[in-house]
């Protein structure tokens, strides 16, 4: 390192020396109880209850709007993916509780299966909230070396309340902590105007303002992890003394004064805490059994998984905590291009380094997955299992609309509180990349893992052996239709080029068509064919249906374009289904043009346009020499009509395909200035 490159690396660690310095003392704000007074006169929303303060840190991160007008909240978006619905609910309960409203004193309870993000939506709540106590509109202001960070306005009297509210709008609630009564008393005598007054900032690490407790079993809870613990040495003296001096306040209710607390397996424990913990959902108080009780203003946000919760409903004895629940499902994910942006973003966070991924290997995955979370179809029903997975995933089915597909979201409200979770799938994921020498995972080696993980972890009786079965055939199926249409994708140069530009010219001839012009319209169909009825054909869209379609589609781009949303061709799922219709070529010419020629003089055609394909996947469209190859090869295979896969009697399967593909030979090879 020369002099000069080290003066620079010198300089670069003073200044990062002193911007910690800087950080460390940002927060700092001593005062008076009079000037924290002041402050609160001004703006009254300095003293935020907990619920407010949770609410505004939510949208301080900001607030979109989705093309149709929905909001979009960004401290969920690109993080939790699949939970429109549970989001939504769980806003509106910030939202409601926020104008102090009676849903305030309710426990919001996030209910799933294991792994369906209820600790990740909390994590970023709380995340959140950290944040925005670092920021100047987020400042929270407590009573000085107050261990649960007592808002200062309890130091008001009662009797003076009313008037307050009535002259300034300034809302008070709630009274001091024994440690704050005792310090005011004693060290102030009860001159409130010198009561020192600090800036707060809440940290889950600091245990400041952020709780969190795991109920562990009804035989293991111990009270004063929440309520607090008490020295012994100091219940001697007058009560005021007493409690002053002996409650330690370092119970997790207590660091989530002014704040929230996050409870795990809340019906793990045992009834004494469940009762404490109505109390403070209740009545806002903290018992502390023969010592009285604390004021506490706080969120409680309890998360179970449905079996714990389905015998808490069952107990005849829960009924008062029942009534003090809103329980939010957030069940696993239903939705297959959901469930991928899910594997994808834990892939980042964790590190899969050494081997490559092909496009359809995370999709084929999230297929298995979501097929173990769907609730059968009734007996008796024209619609397999794996129909009403592509319908969640917006793919077109003949016979099927949006509306149908709108009756099967309601018709079982428990749909995907069971089956496999990420958790699971990423394990066998792991697995699979640390085989040694494996270059690319395939597909079907992925389906295998995930099958053969089943058996290690659950002893499968006949009719799980049957069930899980069937979920590999239709995962299969579903890779085998997707692979095709893949390589449908890549037959064609700049195919997303051609698709945008037909959508265009359909999306124009329908303005002009709806604008009245129609005698232009009728005009160029004499002369040329009419292009819209032939994209509408693609979609399905029958004669007398035609008008209608027009208006729907034309209206959806048009929202889209005056909120100058980009969009293509895959944008609206029946447009795209059309055009890949009219563009894609059809099943039978592909399976001749890839198939290997019988002849030697064909052979030179065969490999220019496999070559070609092959090239477009790798350089457009992720794919590496392996995994186009043998997508190609299994795109054929299956457009033949050949087998995958065979059950053993002795409940095992037998490949009839590879699982771990080779490179290709030099014939179909890319080219040397190709990259890899």
Excluded at 625 to 639: Q, R
Aim: some cysteine; overall charge negative; aromatic content about 8%.
């Amino acid at each position: 390192m020369s002099p000069g490159e080290s003066m620079n690396h010198m300089l670069d660690i003073d200044q990062l020396l002193e911007t910690s310095k800087e950080e460390f003392g940002r927060y700092d704000w001593d005062g008076t109880f009079t000037e924290y007074l002041e402050m609160v006169r001004e703006d009254p929303s300095v003293s935020r209850l907990s619920h407010r303060l949770i609410y505004d840190a939510i949208l301080n991160q900001g607030v979109e709007e989705s093309p149709f007008g929905d909001p979009i909240y960004t401290l969920f978006k690109d993080k939790i993916y699949g939970q429109d619905e549970g989001l939504r609910r769980i806003i509106e309960y910030f939202g409601s509780a926020s104008r102090r409203l009676e849903i305030r004193k309710r426990i919001l309870l996030l209910l799933g299966p294991p792994a369906s993000g209820k600790s990740s939506v909390v994590a970023l709540i709380k995340d959140a909230l950290e944040r925005y106590t670092r920021t100047e509109v987020g400042t929270v202001y407590a009573i000085k070396g107050c261990p649960m960070q007592e808002e200062p306005l309890h130091l008001i009297p009662d009797q003076l309340r009313p008037d307050l509210l009535k002259e300034s709008g300034i809302h008070v609630e709630g009274h001091l902590c024994p440690r704050c009564r005792y310090e005011l008393a004693t060290k102030y005598k009860g001159d409130i105007a010198k009561m020192p007054v600090a800036r707060v900032v809440f940290s889950e690490q600091a245990a400041v303002g952020i709780g969190y407790y795991v109920a562990q079993s009804a035989s293991a809870d111990d009270a004063s992890l929440l309520v607090g613990s008490i020295d012994e040495d100091e219940l001697r003296g007058e009560r005021l003394e007493v409690a002053g001096k002996a409650f330690r306040l370092d119970g997790e209710f207590n660091v989530a004064n002014r704040g929230l607390i996050e409870f795990v397996e809340i019906f793990k424990a045992d009834q004494h805490l469940l009762t404490t913990l109505l109390g403070l959902a209740q009545e806002q108080l903290v018992k502390m059994e023969r010592f009285g009780s604390v004021y506490a203003d706080e969120t409680i946000i309890a998360h179970s998984n449905e079996g714990d919760y389905t015998k808490f409903m069952a107990d005849q004895f829960s009924e008062a905590l029942r009534d003090r629940i809103i329980a939010v499902q957030v069940p696993y994910n239903l939705q297959v291009k959901d469930e991928v942006q899910i594997y994808t973003k834990m892939i980042e966070e964790s590190g899969l380094e050494g081997v490559h991924l092909p496009p359809l290997t995370l999709t084929t995955m999230s297929v298995f997955a979501i097929l173990s979370r769907l609730t059968p179809p009734p007996k008796g029903r024209a619609i397999k299992l794996l129909d009403i997975l592509r319908l969640y995933d917006d793919q077109v089915l003949p016979r099927f609309s949006p509306n149908d597909v709108a009756v099967l979201k309601r018709r079982d409200p428990n749909e995907g509180m069971s089956g496999i979770s990420p958790r699971y799938v990423m394990n066998r994921l792991s697995r699979v990349a640390n085989t040694p020498h494996l270059r690319c995972i395939s597909p079907l080696r992925a389906i295998d893992s995930l099958w053969r993980g089943l058996s290690e972890n659950i002893a499968l009786d006949e009719s799980d052996h049957k069930k899980w079965m069937r979920f590999v055939e239709d995962t299969i199926d579903e890779y085998g239709k997707r692979a095709v249409r893949e390589v449908q994708r890549a037959f064609e140069e700049r195919f997303e080029h051609t698709a945008d530009q037909l959508l265009n010219d359909y999306l124009t001839e329908v303005e002009t068509y709806l604008s009245g012009e129609a005698a232009a319209v009728m005009s160029r169909r004499s002369k040329e064919p009419d292009m819209m009825r032939e994209i509408e054909k693609h979609a399905g869209v029958k004669e007398r249906e035609r008008d209608k379609f027009r208006e729907e589609i034309h209206l959806f781009f048009s929202i889209l374009k005056g909120r100058d949303v980009k969009y293509d061709y895959s944008t609206e799922p029946r447009m795209k289904a059309a055009i890949e219709s009219r563009l894609f070529p059809s099943q039978r010419h592909m399976e001749r043009t890839l198939s290997r020629p019988r002849f030697a003089r064909q052979q030179v055609e065969w490999a220019r346009k496999r070559g070609a394909i092959f090239n477009r996947m790798m350089q457009d469209y992720g794919y590496c020499d392996i995994c186009a190859n043998d997508t190609i090869d299994y795109a054929v295979h299956i457009l033949r009509g050949g087998r995958v896969l065979h059950q053993l009697k002795n409940n095992e399967i037998e490949w009839s395909w590879t699982l771990e593909p080779e490179p290709p030979t030099q014939a179909i090879q890319q080219p040397a200035d190709t990259p890899e």
